[in-house]
């Protein structure tokens, strides 16, 4: 009875104070025909040293965690410090306040205001909202947000963005008036090309550095590209773990950077929850959607932390409303803040460049295998593309059966002309030995 707080005697009684015999009674007004009238098909009782035993048999089931893995793509292996999971577990950030009643929540609001401030350090851009959903939705939101900003519907939107994203942000806007045109990338360099697209009636300029296909944009160039037809340029970022060894997206022109903070110490999870991350210029600032926390001082000038723009439907008239954004992720927001501050400026750019040197390692020894080639001639930074001598779905399960060992991401999935290619990524927890291992199965 550990877990049951409420004795037989006790249940008893309390059913007999609402006139019920028995706790069937509970459910008289469920049609008999639809309720179970059988017993569950679960195990007998077990002590708690039985439960744990056999938790962990089905654990040992689940060998897929212990293969090496070269999948990225936009949700990544990294090493998220211990620190992490206890700060997060502790009952006053489970259990925090809404950060509407700034008397009850200052430390709500506090590590919002900070996530904040990393995010615009990271980014090189003025303001940043309190996070959202996801790095798909944020740029959604990007989208949404040009097309306020400088009255126009195109959405000029280069090809090597994440596919998923792309997709996500058609689903978004399908009922507005975005009219949404694809940018097509060099075969060659594996980076944007083709801006022909961009005219007086363009919203934003979109691209994704590193890329999806891992590829260093030029952002400068795009920028300048977007800035001389009169739009936003718009750049999106799946590895956050970049913004330790590249150039800020905000120090090459960029107007809005969305991405996804996933890198920042939160678990892979199965694809989420992650966090989205959204930034801008300050003159854009009542166009942002999501929330904004910041600093407030009472008449004595003691330092609060306020709830300070939140342009929802919930706050000011619909007409006004910026998104249909309610909330933030709150507490994997909380995890993306502590990591950066445990890792701090010198350890954010030590992983980004294990990453960096990691992954030229493995491109170096994959290029060297008869039949292999780097696909794109572009700098990059944890991912690549390697093009193969047959189909790639066909070869990467061959590598997993007779090796154990996920190789990549097929491109064919998303890139139907590309059967040969396949995606690799290598982090800072991807041993050399395993790159090795790789090698050597690719090779065979």
Do not use: W
Not at 376 to 385: D, I, K, L, R, Y
């Amino acid at each position: 009875m550990r877990y049951i707080p409420n004795s037989p005697e006790e249940r008893a009684e309390m059913l007999d104070s609402i006139g019920l015999s028995n706790s069937n009674d509970l459910f008289r007004s469920i049609p008999a025909d639809v309720r179970l009238d059988r017993e569950l098909k679960i195990t007998r009782p077990l002590a708690e040293p039985e439960v744990i035993a056999e938790m962990e048999r089905m654990a040992a089931r689940n060998t897929g965690a212990a293969k090496p893995s070269f999948l990225g793509a936009g949700v990544y292996s990294h090493y998220s410090p211990t620190i992490v999971d206890h700060l997060i577990q502790r009952s006053e950030f489970f259990t925090s306040y809404t950060p509407y009643q700034p008397e009850v929540s200052q430390g709500t609001l506090q590590y919002i205001f900070e996530f904040q401030t990393l995010i615009c350090q990271l980014t090189g851009m003025e303001v940043a909202n309190a996070s959202m959903y996801d790095g798909s939705t944020a740029m959604a939101e990007a989208y949404v947000m040009a097309q306020r900003v400088t009255r126009r519907n195109k959405i000029v939107v280069a090809d090597s963005v994440h596919p998923e994203y792309r997709q996500v942000a058609e689903t978004y806007t399908q009922h507005g008036d975005a009219e949404i045109v694809t940018a097509a990338m060099d075969p060659k360099t594996g980076r944007v090309a083709d801006l022909s697209a961009l005219d007086d009636k363009t919203a934003a300029l979109v691209v994704q550095s590193p890329n999806f296909l891992g590829c260093i944009e030029n952002l400068e160039r795009l920028a300048d590209a977007a800035h001389a037809a009169g739009a936003l340029f718009v750049v999106v970022v799946t590895e956050a773990i970049s913004f330790g060894l590249l150039k800020s997206p905000g120090a090459c022109g960029a107007d809005i950077v969305v991405g996804e903070g996933q890198s920042f110490g939160i678990p892979m999870g199965f694809g989420g929850p992650h966090v989205g991350l959204f930034a801008t210029q300050d003159k854009y600032i009542r166009q942002m959607p999501g929330r904004l926390c910041g600093i407030a001082y009472d008449k004595d000038g003691n330092r609060g932390f306020v709830l300070t723009l939140s342009t929802r439907e919930q706050h000011i008239r619909r007409e006004k409303a910026t998104s249909n954004i309610c909330t933030n992720q709150g507490l994997i927001a909380l995890a993306a803040t502590i990591y950066l501050e445990s890792m701090g400026k010198q350890g954010l750019r030590e992983v980004a460049e294990q990453n960096a040197r990691k992954a030229e390692y493995a491109k170096q020894k994959i290029a060297a295998i008869d039949g292999f080639s780097v696909a794109f001639s572009a700098p990059t930074f944890n991912e690549f593309v390697v093009s193969g001598p047959r189909p790639a779905s066909e070869l990467l399960e061959g590598v997993r059966k007779e090796h154990g060992i996920v190789a990549g991401l097929p491109l064919s999935k998303y890139y139907p002309d590309r059967a040969n290619e396949f995606l690799v990524c290598v982090t800072e927890t991807t041993s050399g030995s395993d790159i090795d291992r790789l090698v050597d199965a690719l090779g065979t």
